[in-house]
């Protein structure tokens, strides 16, 4: 994993800005939902993914082992397809 460090100042509205290269980086476009996570003393965030990793479908995710899938393919993993 390649570790960039950045140092940003909080503004009186407690915002950060994400520097441009970690959104191009990350394919973060304006309106993107981003995911925060408290771990330890750490701050994890991520671009927040909506579809389905196998079909790409937006409707009826869930979340299985930290991905999101839609209910039709955790059908067709459970029937081992």
């Known amino acids: 994993m390649n570790t960039v460090g950045v140092v940003r100042k909080i503004d009186k509205l407690g915002r950060i800005v994400i520097p441009v ?11 993107d939902s981003v995911e925060m996570m408290l771990d330890g003393k750490y701050i994890k965030m991520s671009k927040q993914e909506e579809d389905c990793i196998f079909c790409g479908s937006k409707t009826d995710t869930l979340v299985y082992k930290d991905k999101l899938v839609c209910s039709e393919c955790k059908k067709a993993l459970m029937r081992g397809e």
């Open 21 to 31: 290269e970690f959104r191009k980086s990350l394919g973060m476009q304006l309106e």
